[in-house]
């Protein structure tokens, strides 16, 4: 969930895959925990230190929307665990890896707490976070208890776990059901789509349709014009990047090309591939066709679900950390279709999620393990489900969450069918994430403003792959 990227989405984003922007979330259920140190901490049964006897950990998180869920939970674990007082910390995305960097030069860090792909290789490389393999009651956990592939996410080269898996996201498509009612459309029309780096397939056909230039005409109809465009076929905005998560990686994996030579730890980047080149020029090139906003147009302020809502775009790929987001969106009813199918026959979706370390500093491993483990457990999952903005890692957890977002009229099916089929690609799990997002950026940034083609992306490519010589 929320992508270095941004996660968050809204928070699952790096700023954050899963986004740095905040989300907006459904309402939910609060759990008792008190606000303890401003709006930064939280500090559960009222309290901001441990009751005599009881021994204080910290845990830390990013993202605000989960704290309602979390806090419930931990509440849950120091009522099981009455030895143990959990205070939490809650900051901003920014703030959030500036302080805990800081915390682990200062060895004042956290005990435990909420870890991201994109920056797990690099606190794995300095030693700041702990092999969990040998704390008790993280040993007793299988990696079979949540979705499959999450726990290999989170484990190191060595073979060795860094991290429990928390949640996981995937991608669909958001859109107005009010939007396609007013263009004679119906759900069922976005239902069964598919796409090629060709023509686009019956996807393009949906953008054209949708997308209409300042004179009313439609990008199917002769006259189009693509220089002036108000309304858009597909919302554009962040996470164009060297992962492109809820962007350009849904097209690119339906190809059957993968962004390394391993599923995880790879060395060999694959920005070369043929596969590759056509999906960039497929994708970038509806700029020039006027289905997709040029660079520059929609920035931080008009993210891809105000330009829903306002109506100058009718549809966005978006992460399942988004979910609350649009729904909360006004003067919208948020409709959730799936993934067009590309040529290896079927959608597919990046699958990304969040872990549970513990600090290589912490003095409290062991009631860090019993915290994180616990937050792993059915019991947990299903509590926080039942609460959650996002799909927790076990299918406890995601069940529960499918049934409340039914509660409030939403089929979230499109994202969880992804993980329910095995329609999936991981999040490229890699060291040197940082100097490849900045090589890669750049080209990314130069194909959207159509300066460069496809085939251009071999030369930034070569650089990507000679940090791992």
């Not at 939280?42 to 230190?49: D, E, F, I, R, Y």
């Not at 690099?122 to 009651?137: A, H, R, T, W, Y």
């Not at 014009?225 to 309304?231: G, T």
């Not at 996002?390 to 994202?415: H, K, M, N, Q, R």
Request: aromatic share 12%; proline share 6%.
């Amino acid at each position: 969930m929320n992508s270095p990227l941004h996660r968050a989405h809204a928070t699952r984003t790096v700023p954050s895959p899963r986004s740095g922007a905040v989300l907006s979330r459904r309402r939910l259920l609060q759990g008792s925990a008190a606000l303890a140190t401003g709006t930064a901490g939280l500090a559960s049964c009222g309290g901001t230190s441990a009751p005599a006897g009881a021994t204080q950990i910290d845990y830390w998180l990013w993202d605000a929307n989960q704290l309602p869920a979390y806090s419930a939970a931990i509440d849950l674990f120091m009522q099981k665990n009455p030895d143990v007082f959990v205070r939490v910390t809650q900051l901003g995305w920014d703030d959030y890896w500036t302080k805990l960097t800081a915390s682990f030069v200062a060895e004042a860090g956290p005990d435990a707490f909420t870890d991201h792909l994109a920056r797990y290789p690099e606190f794995l490389k300095l030693g700041v976070i702990s092999p969990l393999d040998g704390l008790g009651p993280l040993d007793e956990i299988p990696p079979e208890q949540f979705q499959e592939g999450l726990q290999e996410l989170w484990t190191g080269q060595d073979g060795t776990r860094y991290g429990i898996p928390k949640d996981y996201d995937t991608i669909a498509v958001m859109y107005d059901t009010a939007m396609l009612e007013e263009e004679g459309l119906s759900p069922d029309d976005l239902q069964d789509l598919d796409w090629n780096p060709e023509d686009g397939g019956s996807f393009e056909k949906m953008l054209a349709r949708l997308s209409i230039d300042a004179n009313g005409v439609r990008g199917d109809e002769d006259g189009f014009d693509p220089k002036n465009v108000v309304r858009y076929g597909m919302a554009g905005g962040g996470e164009i990047d060297y992962v492109g998560q809820s962007s350009w990686s849904p097209f690119a994996l339906s190809t059957g090309w993968t962004f390394t030579d391993a599923e995880t730890w790879g060395t060999h980047f694959n920005y070369d591939d043929e596969r590759f080149v056509a999906t960039m020029d497929w994708y970038f090139g509806l700029v020039d066709k006027g289905f997709f906003p040029p660079f520059g147009m929609f920035g931080d302020s008009s993210p891809a679900q105000t330009q829903v809502q306002s109506g100058v775009a009718a549809l966005a790929l978006a992460g399942s950390w988004m979910i609350t987001t649009f729904n909360n969106m006004e003067g919208m009813e948020l409709g959730i279709a799936p993934l067009p199918a590309g040529p290896v026959g079927h959608p597919v979706s990046m699958f990304n999620g969040l872990g549970d370390s513990i600090s290589a500093q912490s003095e409290k491993k062991e009631e860090a393990a019993r915290l994180i483990g616990f937050l792993a457990s059915d019991e947990a999952q299903q509590l926080i489900g039942e609460r959650a903005p996002f799909f927790p890692s076990t299918d406890a957890g995601t069940a529960a969450a499918i049934e409340s977002y039914a509660a409030e009229g939403l089929d979230v099916t499109p994202f969880t069918d992804r993980v329910a089929n095995g329609e999936t690609g991981l999040f490229p799990l890699v060291e040197n994430s940082a100097s490849i997002m900045t090589i890669m950026q750049r080209a990314f940034d130069r194909c959207w403003m159509r300066e460069i083609d496809g085939a251009d992306f071999a030369a930034y490519n070569d650089r990507v792959n000679a940090l791992f010589e």
